[in-house]
């Protein structure tokens, strides 16, 4: 959520299109998403509602919620925002590209990943780089492709640039009274890190600041093994050409020209409303469904409570009321607040049996102060793959000091070695130092974990998804012809690591299904089974 922000990285991106919103309009720069996931992520910002209040049948087994990118929305769900729209005010809607907010999809990768999440597989950081779930995209150096130019036939994301054709040609030939909502969900800014070589040259590679690493063995237990779980710990042998300096910066200057790229796009769809005489008429939401670590905490990709997987940019343009033209919102708002905010901006009044959790940000784009109608915080969780452990975070503001506050699975683990995280943002924005056994911030971790518990039963839940995994896999073992071969196909990206030691890893396995459900700790050790 940071990367379009005024500075950052030495003003490296270059974003004339979103900086001119900016300019016009409102930017939020403590926005969150709600699961810092594609599927359920969407789930939450279509229906407006957390990840833990969108129960849904599937597979015959009651699923509390989007726990994953298997879980989302329900297939019969039938309000979100632009059936809301199309059916309270008659809006003319257009949903295009990525969609991806309904149960039932991504790849049986995702599916055992999630599942498994407390199987206890064997792994030896320092022989294989340990267990991996994920591409080899976070070890990768990026892809730069030929393309000398803007034009979308050289682009590395032409399938973006093909909707976003048919799309703006909808804009722009519309002559309809009624009013259109159009939705665009776009792969562009998301592993695998490929660009252009016009985009590239964009990119200064002397502004990048390349994230510091702590060694291993002092990392958080859970952001150990996400590191780990995302192939992002190489093994002794791999150790020179993965920790290089410059391997990390290519890395990150490859995905900040993906941004600019995305940039482009969106100076586009502002271009198409110019053109159709509609500038002065409509809307603007720019914002994203998750972020991308882009190497922090030596992890690439999205899943993580860190800021930047978590908080995701996002401005708002009202053509018809341009009053607080380059305002910016340090207060904590959150993806679900967009459902109300559409709502409001429409002039539709919301009916209390949508249940939503989120609060219109209208009153944010005007000029005057907000009274604070709304909680001064927000939170997140997710409990899916790429992750040993479910997570819970709130993020809030005490008067100009934001602070974080991270809970791991029931939040009573800290004793075995996962410890709860409080981060003050305001003065620690790269979240390295964990306050939570500082006596000072007593007040404040107490005060936020009593407002985390008033969003979320934490403890319950994780419990809930504990059990949810193990249904679901038990599910899947009796629809599936030799699930025991099937569990290690050599088209599943954790293949090669069962197959380290597959004996070892199906006795795992098997350990964890005969087992009751249970939230089993994150593992700090590089080895598994532990020599200690």
Known sequence: GRTWQEGYQNSVIPLPNIHMLQEHGVSFYRHYSNTPVCCPSRATFWSGRHAHKIPHLHNNISVG???????????DFSHRIDQELATKAHYNTLISGKEDWVSGGHSLNVRLNSWTMY????????????????????????TVTSGNSSDPNDSA???DWDTLKRTTNFIREY????????????????PPYVTNQFYYDKINASKIVVPDWKPLAQLHACDLQSSMLKGCTPSNANQQSFYSTERRRNIRRIYYSMIAEFDAMVGAYISAVKEAGLWNSTVFIVTSDHGDMQMEHQQ???????????????????GRHSL????VVTNTTQLIDIFPTVMDLAGIPINPSLNLDGHSLVPFLQHEPVAEARPPYVVSQFHGCNIAMSWFMIVQTFGSATFKYIVYGNGTHGEVGVPNQLFELSKDPNEKINLSHETAFNGIRVEMEQNLRKVVDYAKVAQEVAQYGKDSFAW????TDNWQSAIHAKDLRWTQSWDQNAAASMDALQKWMQAPAEIVPCRSSLQWPSNN
């Open 119 to 142: 199987s206890q597989f064997p792994y030896s950081v320092n022989e294989s780089g340990g267990w991996h779930d994920e591409t080899g995209d976070c070890a990768s150096q990026g």
């Open 65 to 75: 919620g989007a726990w994953n990118n298997y879980e989302g929305l329900p297939q």
């Open 175 to 190: 002559k309809k009274e009624q009013p259109f909502f159009v939705y665009q969900g776009m792969n562009i800014v998301h």
């Open 324 to 327: 607080a033209a380059g305002k």
């Open 300 to 318: 690439h990709y999205k899943m993580v409570p860190y800021d930047a997987s978590a908080s995701v940019p996002m401005v708002i343009y009202d």
């Open 476 to 479: 899947w073992a009796n629809n």
């Open 157 to 159: 994301h032409q399938g």
